[in-house]
Nanobody, 122 residues
Framework: VQLQASGGGLVQAGGSLKLSCVASGRTVYDHVIAWFRQAPGKEREFVAA?????????NYADSVKGRFTASRDNAKNTVYLQMNSLKPEDTAVYFCAESSRVSRVAGAYHNWGQGTQVTVSS
């Protein structure tokens, strides 16, 4: 599966953005899809993951819980990350990736898409 993230941009603190991760080659239904982010000079960190098949349950990093929501549209073969109440510390390049299991470790994921830049101004 190939993944492509998009939807990033510049937003003021408190604003919202919705990222998209479009898959080609295979369906998002059959994969755990996770969002990670990487700020300059920092390691890539887990943001959210959505389980595969009929589950669609989600996991979130504590830093985004209650503000970010991951969802999946099987018909569009796309996973979304709705980001609300954005903070300057959310500024990073956001990536999506796939795995066969849920993990918060980047090494468990494959087929990293090209990231999308999110910048939150204070």
């Amino acid at each position: 599966v190939q993944l492509q993230a998009s939807g990033g941009g510049l937003v003021q603190a408190g604003g919202s953005l919705k990222l998209s991760c479009v898959a080609s080659g295979r369906t998002v239904y059959d994969h755990v899809i996770a969002w990670f982010r990487q700020a300059p000079g920092k390691e890539r960190e887990f943001v959210a993951a959505i389980r595969r098949w009929t589950s669609s349950s989600t996991n979130y990093a504590d830093s985004v819980k209650g503000r970010f929501t991951a969802s999946r549209d099987n018909a569009k073969n796309t996973v979304y990350l709705q980001m609300n109440s954005l903070k300057p510390e959310d500024t990073a390049v956001y990536f999506c990736a796939e795995s066969s299991r849920v993990s918060r470790v980047a090494g468990a994921y494959h087929n990293w898409g090209q990231g999308t830049q999110v910048t939150v101004s204070s």
